[in-house]
């Protein structure tokens, strides 16, 4: 049986402590360029996700911030951001909180998206992906795990929250 632990990136039950993916985050995270050259590899992995430009800014199992500038391939008719790119948004830090918090043992897919927009984004927005870790304490079969997205403007006004459902599963 798996489960994460208190200290961000063990995991009890298996031969290591953290994934790849965290592993590189720490090595990268201490100033702008790490964390830029983090991101730049997000978007290498999935390039889609460059439409909304999306920077790391903290990462560990459990949960992941990032952050997207407001600019003019994200503006909807109103001059806002497009709700569309709030969704790529919220996908991204999904992907991200998944690749440091699932085990090297399982893998995952996206398999649903529920969005409730709450409010205009008049501005650069930040995404806040999180997850409950003892989710994973059952993770011996294939299971839905559902990761709540909260995307807040400049101001820290949730405009978006996100419920992505993925399918996690043993490899």
């Not at 994200?74 to 991204?92: K, P």
């Not at 398999?111 to 870790?133: C, E, H, Q, R």
Request: net charge positive; hydrophobic share 45%.
């Amino acid at each position: 049986m798996l489960s994460l632990v208190s200290t961000p990136g063990e995991i009890a039950g298996t031969n290591t402590s953290e994934t790849k993916v965290f592993g590189l985050w720490k090595k990268l995270r201490g100033n702008r360029v790490g964390r830029l050259a983090f991101s730049a590899g997000v978007w290498a992995k999935a390039p889609y996700f460059v439409t909304v430009v999306p920077v790391v800014q903290s990462a560990e199992p459990g949960r992941v911030v990032m952050g997207s500038p407001k600019w003019l391939g994200v503006h909807n008719h109103l001059g806002t951001f497009h709700a569309i790119a709030m969704c790529n948004l919220a996908e991204a830090a999904m992907g991200v909180l998944m690749e440091v918090t699932v085990p090297p043992t399982h893998q995952w897919i996206p398999k649903g998206m529920a969005v409730d927009y709450l409010a205009k984004a008049p501005s650069g927005l930040t995404a806040t992906a999180t997850i409950d870790p003892t989710d994973f304490a059952a993770l011996t079969e294939g299971t839905d795990i559902v990761v709540t997205v909260s995307i807040a403007d400049k101001n820290g006004v949730e405009v978006v929250n996100a419920r992505i459902t993925t399918w996690v599963r043993p490899r």
